[in-house]
């Protein structure tokens, strides 16, 4: 009686889930053929920047999600448990961001989201998945300052970039900065860190000044760079606008030696070589890492997305996002978010990037700092690593 | 006269009936639909507040407006400043910040208004200038980020308190719903209820005719400032409720590219009939979001085919022509009996 009855369950679920699939034709649904382990699946809600002013850094990130996803779903998902995915593109805008992750956690009942990356569309998604309870990762390096107990981020925050970076720059660079950058939190924020930071160390800050997205027109800019005579110009600029900014930067020559932590392998292989020959720039990832797990990892990336390919650090702490829940979800034996975020802290595993693990007491990743000085074909050497560093947010103490 | 005579024939008993049952799926909706859906669709009633708002304006008077997203954006930017930016308490600051949102922008609406009514502005000029509006209004809300949050808006706008058993408190979901629609279905029925008696025929004399309507002793431009002035309270109305419900406002509910929008859903539903462009706009964003769910490319080829489709075949607007074939099938089955 009872075999007969569950028959009859799991054929009628066998019926809607086939409905769905019909229905759902066309949609980013990793359509299974395990009916039986239907109930069983885990959801995550991926949504970025897909088109708008940071599609060149979404597409990378998304394709190295999806990456993460099947390379789980092969080696048995987490627990036997297979993981499902949706994606949606929120255009890089505040209102995209808060009708996607409603739609996520509202309609689809996701276990997380991931993904995101500007600033403002990580407030945007909080100020709707917080309230509501649900976990949220964020790869893309920030301001910092976020403690949030449903938030968990896995790029680098200031005192992971600028602090190390910083006293490097007073020593082997100069000691006066000007800085540049787009008008909204992540560049703002960043800047008053980067201030503080030379200050710390003997330097002083002799310009800073933020530009709407979309700005056509750095000249009155670079004027006041070269009046104002830096030893280093620090820009901050979001995604199409940094390009916009090199390419200025270069024609103008206003002096001064280019510096940031807001530009890697996709921004600089996108323009010419002369324009970004000599950055040196500060990120938690480099394509030209050299270690036994980077070579694996971009060798996937390339034979799966094409050999001319690369991976920024972006992309690279969206590999490690999905990861990092995998081995929370493996270690709370559930997927209820509560269990899951408990779990999460003191996670270390190794990454493309290097050693990281999980600092429960903020929900940020400690992550590597490495110095790259970008060559003529947009790529870096690396010249300097500073290895993880713990993340510190002031005031925090979530555990 | 023909045309004034066409308006008044009433509508088909049947049509009472598709207007009753619209009503009707609109109060049940967040009981059947699910969270998610309902949230959606109580957003999309708030949208449809601008293109009721330039139904009134366009569809009664025949001046069309650019720049009609701008008067959304006033209220809810408004609503927003005052409520987050004054260190009043929630309460209250998100019922004052409704009222200064409206107002805002009614004044807005009453300056810019005034000089180009009375400074005898009218048909294509009119519109280009409220075009230029809206494009100013975007640039205004990027380039004053210290007050307007430039690119990123502003998050953290309180909803609004209503007197309960325990003390003020913001309505739950299902309640907020109700009565965001309730709001949007009283005033589209006074707009119509308004324009339908003899208010309606002097505005329709002065889309005919200013010159006669003159002649007859209106003052035209007084007549057409009210609407342009009512038209844009009706728009701030729904952006500051927006403001306050959805908790956030970001660039992208001023300038152009949603006036533009607002155009459409107005002429996809049929000018003038009011009730038409509500419907369009709420179905319209509804897509919107389901399409691009799908494929994000797809939804302006969509949203292109909708327009094209609505100057060709249905250049009365869906609802007129529906009405129409609703009118013809009475009449038939009136033959028959």
Known sequence: ?399 | MGRISISHTPLPKMSYLVILLVIAFVYSAPLIVGTYSASLLRDAMLFSMIALGLDYLWGKTGTLSFGHATFFGAGAYGAAIVSTKLGLDPTLGSWLGLISGVSIAMLIALVVGYFLIFGGVRGSYFTIVTLALAVISEHVIVGWSDITGGDAGLLGIPPLFFPTLSGLAPLSPVVLYWFIASVVCLTALSLWWVCSGRYGLILKTIEDNEERAQALGHNTSQHLLTVFVGSSAVAALGGALYASTVGFVAKDIVGLILSTQVIIWVAIGGRGTLIGPVIAAIFVIWFEQRISSINVQLWPLFMGFLFILAVFVFPNGVLRTLVGILRKLGQRLEHRV
């Not at chain 1, 593109?89 to 992750?101: E, H, L, P, S, Y």
């Not at chain 1, 997380?112 to 569309?121: A, Q, Y």
């Not at chain 1, 005579?229 to 600029?237: A, G, I």
């Open chain 1, 1 to 399: 009686m009872t075999s007969t009855h569950q028959k009859c369950i799991v054929s009628r679920r066998a019926m809607i889930q086939g409905a769905g699939a019909i229905s759902l034709t066309g949609t980013s649904y990793l359509a299974a053929p395990s009916i039986l382990y239907a109930a069983d699946k885990i959801k995550i809600g991926f949504h970025s920047a897909l088109t708008g002013l940071e599609t060149l850094l979404g597409e990378t990130q998304l394709n190295c999600f999806k990456m993460a996803v099947d390379e789980i779903n092969s080696s048995g998902g987490i627990d036997g448990r297979e993981i499902e995915y949706l994606v949606e593109d929120n255009q890089t805008t505040t209102r995209g961001a808060i009708d996607k992750t409603r739609k996520f956690i509202f309609e689809d009942n996701v276990d997380v989201i991931i993904g995101m990356i500007t600033s403002l569309e990580r407030t945007a998604a909080l100020s709707v998945s917080a309230p509501a309870k649900q976990l949220l990762i964020y790869p893309t390096y920030y301001e910092g300052g976020e403690c949030e107990r449903y938030l968990a981020c896995t790029g680098q925050i200031p005192n992971q970039s600028v602090d190390p970076f910083v006293p490097w720059i007073t020593e082997n660079v100069g000691k006066s900065v000007y800085i540049l950058g787009s008008d909204y939190g992540w560049p703002q924020e960043t800047a008053k860190a980067i201030s503080t930071a030379f200050e710390i160390n003997g330097g002083t800050t002799v310009g800073t000044e933020f530009f709407p997205f979309g700005v056509q027109d750095l000249g009155p800019a670079m004027d006041r760079i070269k009046a104002s005579k830096p030893d280093v110009v620090w820009e901050l600029f979001a995604g199409a606008d940094a390009l916009t900014f090199l390419k200025q930067y270069k024609s103008f020559e206003p002096g001064g030696f280019l510096l940031t932590n807001g530009l890697d392998e996709l921004f600089t292989t996108a323009v010419d070589g002369a324009n970004v020959e000599g950055i040196i720039v500060n990120q938690s990832y480099f394509s030209s890492l050299k270690s036994s797990a980077n070579d694996k990892f971009l060798a996937n990336y390339k034979n799966r997305f094409g050999q001319d390919k690369w991976v920024n650090a972006i992309a690279e702490a969206t590999y490690i996002a999905v990861y990092l829940y995998s081995k929370s979800v493996e270690k709370a034996g559930s997927t209820d978010t509560e269990q899951v975020i408990d779990a999460m802290a003191g996670i270390s595993f190794e990454a493309p990037q290097g050693p990281v693990s999980f600092e429960g007491s903020n929900n940020h990743l400690a992550v590597n700092s490495i110095l790259g000085r970008c060559r003529n074909d947009g790529l870096y050497d690396i010249i300097e690593n500073f290895g993880a560093i713990t993340p510190t947010v002031a005031g925090c103490s979530l555990t």
